[in-house]
């Protein structure tokens, strides 16, 4: 079964750094999600990366997708406090394998 | 609804109890899910539906779990006889369909704990 390995587990920046947090997966990675969650509440979808070498952005939040390495990274620019929460990374089997398997999360908290 | 809307929010129950959880997704997704996140599991798959059928129940954990959904919308997960292993938050998902390109929106959960 696949396995994903997400890195930092936590992370403590000052308002307006950079940083990046990664997944890694045991095996090939065809769809790779990447979904942010707050404490009660649910999961809430960023972004969905298919293709190797893929970047998507929103706002200031940036995924890529190594499909060589089975790696994604999520990067988010001039952090700020809303961007606190846990991140997690989830991804699909292709084709119609609909389920999604998730790594542990990173907790990023961001001081002001 | 606009999102996946799940009742209860919160339930207390003692263990023995039977527990029935709720979840209305998004109109029109033909594809639901249900996932378990616990301190120590993380988010583990627990069934998909696909309209009424269920073509995937591998994730449930015993005979004790069971899900349906009707008319192609909303999905009860019921829990026999609760065992304090069993509190967890319950989450639900939905997707326009069961494909692997189609992202899956999720509602808030259901806090489940086991006295």
């Known amino acids: 079964s696949q396995e994903l390995e997400q890195s930092p587990q936590s992370l403590i920046v000052q308002e307006g750094k950079n940083l990046t947090i990664n997944c890694t997966s045991s095996k090939t990675l065809y769809g790779l999600y990447w979904y942010k969650q707050k404490y009660g509440e649910g999961l809430i979808f960023l972004m969905m990366l298919q293709k190797g070498g893929e970047e998507k952005s929103h706002e200031k939040i940036t995924a890529k997708l190594d499909e060589k390495k089975q790696q994604s990274s999520l990067h988010i620019t001039a952090s700020q406090p809303s961007h606190a929460g846990i991140y997690l990374c989830?991804?699909?089997?292709?084709?119609?394998?609909?389920?999604?398997?998730f790594g542990k999360g990173t907790l990023l908290t961001v001081n002001p | 609804g606009a999102g996946v809307s799940q009742s209860p929010s919160n339930k207390v129950t003692e263990k023995g109890k039977d527990v029935e959880l709720r979840c209305d997704p998004i109109?029109?997704?033909?594809?639901l899910y249900w996932y378990r996140q616990s301190l120590g599991q993380g988010l583990e798959f627990l069934i998909y539906f696909q309209g009424n059928s269920a073509p995937d129940k591998s994730g449930l954990p015993s005979d004790r779990f069971s899900a349906e959904r009707t008319g192609g919308s909303v999905s009860t997960l019921t829990i026999q006889r609760t065992q304090q292993e069993d509190s967890a938050v319950y989450l639900c998902a939905s997707s326009l369909t069961g494909l692997s390109n189609q992202p899956q929106h999720f509602g808030d959960g259901t806090r489940l704990s086991i006295l």
């Open positions: 109109s029109g997704h033909t594809a």
């Open positions: 989830g991804a699909d089997g292709g084709g119609s394998n609909y389920k999604l398997t």
